[in-house]
């Protein structure tokens, strides 16, 4: 029996609930059957579009003829949170009595503490919410002070903070959660950021990556693997190109003199690389893999995905 914390990417989830609960009824299928066979399972999730579409929602309410009060980039991310984490253990549970399994299933509400002195915060570099005109956008930055940039030619967005993970405030409580044989969501969406202010927590608007707060959790929860879902069955070197390699495994070393050679995407393999890292640097005996959602079962038995080992 293996402790995994899973990080399910975007792909496994829609554009909109209804979608998203389609989609969430095949995962709930590939999570119980990792459940079946006797291991203990975290998952964390993203929530990039979701977060989005609850800040456009809320700045749309507050801007409408019948004014409603303006809700903090936080406490969007903390909805985001609720609601995938809703339908995701609805339809864990559902797959759960479909296989006769007794087992509950909980989603935690999280907080990760990240450091109010991290560089990120001067330089915003994560996209949010629709895009706008010049005009629309400096008039927002003078009422609101948020930071805009130009985004492809297609109009000014929002942009954010994406400072590194420094300690997750529930830690203890999904320890527990896990090892009293639960299977607990947590950590969606990376975190709701939060930096300490006179020994008080408080909420900041950021976006932490998941893949990054993933690999946290299974460090502090003493995580066998930390499994990484994405679109893509293994990692490639040389991607798109006539010298394109797909790996089934990677060393520490390895991992970092291709970081070094820019193998990796910054948007998309590369946090996901750095994540696997950071969890195997943990521990000798750990592991981490990366691989697609439909082979998690077979990257977790060595037959697909990419492992990153010590």
Do not use: W
């Not at 203990?40 to 507050?62: C, S």
């Not at 990120?120 to 706008?132: D, H, L, R, V």
């Not at 790996?247 to 393999?269: H, V, W």
């Amino acid at each position: 029996m293996s402790k995994i914390v899973i990080a399910l990417g975007g792909n496994a989830l829609g554009n909109t609930p209804e979608e998203q609960l389609n989609l969430l009824e095949n995962v709930s299928k590939i999570i119980v059957d990792l459940v079946k066979e006797g291991n203990e399972i975290v998952l964390t999730h993203g929530n990039g579009p979701q977060v989005g579409q609850i800040l456009l929602a809320m700045d749309y309410a507050a801007n409408g003829e019948v004014k409603t009060p303006s809700m903090p980039f936080a406490e969007c991310g903390s909805m985001s949170q609720g609601y995938i984490g809703y339908q995701l253990q609805q339809c864990l549970q559902n797959e759960l009595r479909n296989q006769h399994i007794k087992k509950d299933c909980v989603t935690v509400v999280t907080q990760v503490l990240v450091d109010k002195e991290d560089k990120a915060f001067q330089n915003p570099t994560k996209p949010i919410g629709k895009f706008y005109s010049k005009e629309e956008a400096d008039i927002i930055v003078a009422e609101k002070g948020y930071t805009f940039v130009e985004d492809a030619g297609r109009g000014y967005r929002r942009v954010v903070a994406s400072p590194q993970p420094k300690d997750i405030l529930e830690k203890k409580v999904i320890k527990l959660l896990v090892d009293n044989g639960n299977l607990v969501i947590a950590v969606g969406g990376g975190g709701i950021p939060v930096i300490k202010e006179n020994e008080k927590v408080c909420g900041v608007a950021a976006v932490i990556d998941k893949d990054r707060s993933a690999a946290l959790l299974a460090k502090e929860i003493d995580a066998d693997m930390l499994l990484i879902l994405t679109a893509v069955p293994k990692v490639c070197i040389n991607f798109n190109t006539e010298n394109e390699k797909e790996l089934d495994k990677m060393t520490i070393a390895e991992a970092q003199k291709y970081m070094e050679e820019e193998q990796f995407a910054k948007g998309s393999m590369l946090p996901k690389v750095e994540a696997c890292v950071e969890f195997v640097k943990s521990s000798p005996t750990k592991k981490a893999i990366i691989g697609s959602l439909e082979k998690a079962k077979d990257a977790i038995s060595g037959k697909s995905g990419t492992v990153i080992i010590k």
